[in-house]
């Protein structure tokens, strides 16, 4: 019983870290003072699926959809190097 307890506790506390870096736009970033990218968003989504949580598919969607994903999405390269895909 005190673990189940535990184990509440901690999923709470990993909600509420997610909560925490949700944008208004719908996607997720690692701080609450970053814009969301797709790589934060993905693993959010995988987490909370982890957790058997609902994902707010209409502002995730609406985020996803809504990334220029021809001009305007950026990565790093295995040099370190910031390059557009």
Do not use: C
């Amino acid at each position: 019983m005190e673990r189940e307890l535990s184990r509440r506790l901690e999923v709470a506390r990993v909600l509420q870290f997610l909560k925490d870096r949700e944008s208004k736009e719908g996607g997720l970033s690692l701080t609450p003072d970053l814009y969301p990218d797709i790589e934060d968003t993905y693993f959010s989504i995988r987490i909370l699926q982890l957790v058997n949580r609902e994902v707010d598919r209409g502002k995730t969607g609406s985020y996803l959809k809504n990334i220029d994903w021809i001009h305007g999405y950026l990565r790093y390269s295995a040099i370190g190097r910031l390059e557009i895909l």
